[in-house]
């Protein structure tokens, strides 16, 4: 079935430097996508939305991107601090479908 | 505090007993996930509340299982007769409709011996 995946399952990257994440989704019809950020032991945290209708999203010290030519989304994390260490899911939904389709995560590992 | 509050953070049950778990959202919001994750895995949807409408039980995987949702507000989510693959973190969301911004619990994390 439509599904939402993920390229790496773990990403390292050194302290100070920028990380980029990545997810795939298969279902062309999805048009809001959402990024969220989950830390040991607790529940998955809000950190950026974009709709079909935009290519970019910027927030603090984080960019999200859309490429619906080939189905991608990014999430970029600009000057990785030791506490953007965390599992990273990406999410779809169809309109205002309240049925999110999640992905399988990324954790990301900060190198001092 | 005025975010989502599960309890207990921590369950620990023989298998066959039965077991409860509690949301308390955010004042106010009218949508309520339950959300099952398993060690290192992602998230499994379970059930959906809205409002007063008739709640989404699409995700619970099977007849041991079920919710309900007081009031509009506190929801409780049942586990008959626990087996050992019932063991994960229970996650609670709440949000004021849908509109993607969902507000997590730090989850009840269930095992069962």
């Known amino acids: 079935g439509e599904s939402v995946g993920l390229h790496l399952p773990t990403l390292s990257v050194q302290e100070g430097d920028n990380s980029i994440i990545n997810c795939a989704y298969s279902?062309?019809?999805?048009?809001?996508f959402i990024w969220y950020k989950q830390e040991s032991g607790k529940g998955p945290q809000f950190i950026i939305d974009?709709?079909?209708n935009m290519d970019k999203r910027q927030g603090q010290r984080v960019t999200v991107l859309l490429n619906k030519t080939v189905k991608h989304l990014s999430l970029q994390i600009a000057a990785t601090q030791p506490g953007d260490s965390a599992v990273y899911f990406c999410?779809?939904?169809?309109?205002?479908?309240?049925?999110?389709?999640w992905g399988a995560g990324t954790k990301l590992i900060i190198k001092p | 505090g005025a975010g989502v509050s599960q309890s207990p953070s921590n369950k620990v049950t023989e298998k066959g007993k039965d077991v409860e778990l509690r949301c308390d959202p955010i004042?106010?919001?009218?949508?309520l996930y339950w959300y099952r994750q398993s060690l290192g895995q992602g998230l499994e949807f379970l059930i959906y509340?809205?409002?007063?409408?008739?709640?989404?039980k699409s995700g619970l995987p099977s007849d041991r299982f079920s919710a309900e949702r007081t009031g509009g507000s506190v929801s409780t989510l049942t586990i008959q007769r626990t087996q050992q693959e019932d063991s994960a973190v229970y996650l609670c969301?709440?949000?004021?409709?849908?509109?993607?911004?969902?507000?997590f619990g730090e989850g009840s994390r269930l095992t069962v011996l």
């Open positions: 509340f809205q409002g007063n409408s008739a709640p989404d």
């Open positions: 004042s106010g919001h009218t949508a």
């Open positions: 999410a779809e939904t169809v309109g205002s479908n309240y049925q999110l389709i």
């Open positions: 279902n062309s019809a999805s048009d809001y």
């Open positions: 974009i709709r079909s």
């Open positions: 969301a709440s949000g004021s409709d849908f509109a993607g911004e969902l507000f």
